[in-house]
T-cell receptor, first 118, second 113 residues
Framework: AQKVTQAQTEISVVEKEDVTLDCVYETRDTTYYLFWYKQPPSGELVFLIRRNSFDEQNEISGRYSWNFQKSTSSFNFTITASQVVDSAVYFCALSENGGETSGSRLTFGEGTQLTVNP | DGGITQSPKYLFRKEGQNVTLSCEQNLNHDAMYWYRQDPGQGLRLIYYSQIVNDFQKGDIAEGYSVSREKKESFPLTVTSAQKNPTAFYLC????????????FGPGTRLTVL
């Protein structure tokens, strides 16, 4: 069975601090996808990034960066120079490779509530 | 604009009543999904549909029903058999069943009184 663990329930930082959100996953699949979503107070989940299991290159997008390490089954998310608008719940998710004929089921972690204080 | 709409945003119902939550997408996506979110928890899959007139149970399908008569619509009915229906419900879609990135609607918060 697949599992995603986000051990940090809540994180509070002061604006301009860097913050890393941890994500550890378990899967028996050799091919899988990892995701991060942001859920602001409005409730809608916003897609941030998708990574497949064969691509361990780290990625940077503006103030966001992601560190994928297959050896430790981790897919951590770092926000550099945090801003108040980054305050949200962040979810890490895992999808098995269902192929063309099965659904892409996502397994979510329980989320990390990030609060950035001015 | 293309996107996923869910209506209404807030819904109140009396215990024992069935209620249907709407989900519509104009993204031309084949696959659609329903998730439930409880406070402080992640999302759990209720039902999903890969194609019109076909759907499969997710992890917590008991007390729920769905239909997929049109590609753009995937309504969810919360029946009186659902023991604890108060929750936040999110609908999502993806281009196809093998294309895994799911995009989410704004959600419906259901409160059963």
């Amino acid at each position: 069975a697949q599992k995603v663990t986000q051990a940090q329930t809540e994180i509070s930082v002061v604006e301009k601090e860097d913050v890393t959100l941890d994500c550890v996953y378990e899967t028996r699949d050799t091919t899988y996808y990892l995701f991060w979503y942001k859920q602001p107070p409005s409730g809608e989940l916003v897609f941030l990034i998708r990574r497949n299991s064969f691509d361990e290159q780290n990625e940077i997008s503006g103030r966001y960066s992601w560190n994928f390490q297959k050896s430790t089954s981790s897919f951590n998310f770092t926000i550099t120079a945090s801003q108040v608008v980054d305050s949200a719940v962040y979810f890490c998710a895992l999808s098995e490779n269902g192929g063309e004929t099965s659904g892409s089921r996502l397994t979510f972690g329980e989320g990390t509530q990030l609060t950035v204080n001015p | 604009d293309g996107g996923i709409t869910q209506s209404p945003k807030y819904l109140f119902r009396k215990e024992g009543q069935n209620v249907t939550l709407s989900c519509e997408q104009n993204l031309n996506h084949d696959a659609m999904y329903w998730y439930r979110q409880d406070p402080g928890q992640g999302l759990r899959l209720i039902y999903y549909s890969q194609i019109v007139n076909d759907f499969q149970k997710g992890d917590i399908a008991e007390g729920y029903s769905v239909s997929r008569e049109k590609k753009e619509s995937f309504p969810l009915t919360v029946t009186s058999a659902q023991k604890n229906p108060t929750a936040f419900y999110l609908c999502a879609s993806s281009i196809g069943a093998g294309t895994v990135t799911q995009y989410f609607g704004p959600g419906t918060r259901l409160t059963v009184l």
